[in-house]
DNA sequence: GATGCATACTATCAGTTTGATATATAAATG
DNA sequence: CATTTATATATCAAACTGATAGTATGCATC
């Protein structure tokens, strides 16, 4: 078997961090509005993880800052990767198999709809149309953070995230009768792999 | 405006494992089971969260549960739900707005292809394929926990899963070439809302 | 002119979840 | 004979979530 890999750098908030950072210096309120823009829709995270994943990086050496007064508002405190920064970034990078994980309240509750009236299993599938319509509605604005926005990857991910949205759509007006008939009716779509 | 929810209950591990008892008593290690082959694709959960929840439901008698001995087997501690165990679900099922959350470390990194090597990129594409063909084997397999595994819920999310994955693919497949070729291409799929 | 809200910035904390590990026995696999 | 798999419990450090807190300015709204 090939060598474990030496040393495990996952995929996480720390890391992004770092990934951020190789687009230009950023204080932590700015990597936070770059998760509520976009990173957030695929990889959520709040100041409990950022402002913490920030210290433990430069604890590490990985990344560097500087506070910087201002005038009427709080300090920043810029950050900058170093060369340590980037090669542990490296490292993450070349992690094979990277994870892709759902967790869906949503369809754990879909699950036990034979407990909830009718009018509960509408609400809850109109609410969820709603929000994908936003989230949609949203992608077309497409508020890219990272000065280099136009990026291959992000163009990527964006259309990614577009599809899917579609998709979910789609699969779940076609098929929201099943739900809350009580006759027997079949998936109205088939898919082959 | 409506008064708030006078005390949310979340459609947490605890409230799936209530879900679960609904059809039946069961041990953690069942549930464990349960959670492996069919919700833990969209709702994962390992000892780590079982059996701390099934300690707190039984600390608040939501649950009961009885020690049942085993030859040649560790102990069985055989959960059942209780009636304000299913007030409480009935509780969590009222809830209009179940959250759907997705935490990608596949795309967070392909959000940094461009700090990635062709090679690289092309070993996490095909990883991310075949382990969607493996979802997509293991779910024509259907191996259903619950004893009324036909009910429409469980039925729904299935194709749920199935069609999402297809989509995955085919969004994956066909603009793949995006991310490793230098020059411009565009998106192969464009979505209408 | 006061009250509240939005923006800009930092940071912490309780509660949950993750993923690995520990313990113990038996059966199957190699 | 050694290893892995299955049956069952449980715990722990590290990470993450979502809310809250503090502090200062400006901008509406009443």
């Given at each position: 078997m090939p060598a474990a890999l030496a040393d495990d750098v996952a995929m996480d908030v720390k890391t992004v961090c770092l990934g951020m950072l190789t687009d230009g210096p950023a204080s932590g309120y700015d990597m936070k509005k770059c998760f509520e823009s976009?990173?957030?829709?695929?990889?959520?995270?709040g100041y409990g993880s950022i402002y913490p994943a920030l210290a433990t990086l430069a604890r590490n050496g990985l990344v560097?800052?500087?506070?910087?007064?201002?005038e009427g508002k709080p300090d920043r405190k810029v950050y900058n990767i170093t060369d340590a920064g980037r090669a542990e970034l490296d490292k993450a990078l070349s992690n094979p198999t990277p994870t892709h994980k759902v967790r869906s309240e949503f369809l754990a509750m879909m699950c036990f709809a034979h407990l909830m009236t009718d009018e509960q299993i509408n609400e809850v599938i109109d609410n969820k149309l709603t929000e994908l319509d936003s989230f949609l509605k949203l992608l077309d604005e497409l508020p890219i953070c990272q000065a280099d926005g136009s990026n291959k990857g992000t163009q990527f991910v964006a259309g990614f995230g577009r599809f899917v949205a579609s998709s979910l759509k789609r699969y779940i007006n076609e098929n929201r009768d099943m739900l809350t008939q009580s006759d027997t009716k079949d998936l109205k779509i088939a898919v082959g792999n």
């Open positions: 976009t990173f957030g829709h695929f990889f959520p995270a560097e800052f500087e506070e910087v007064p201002q």
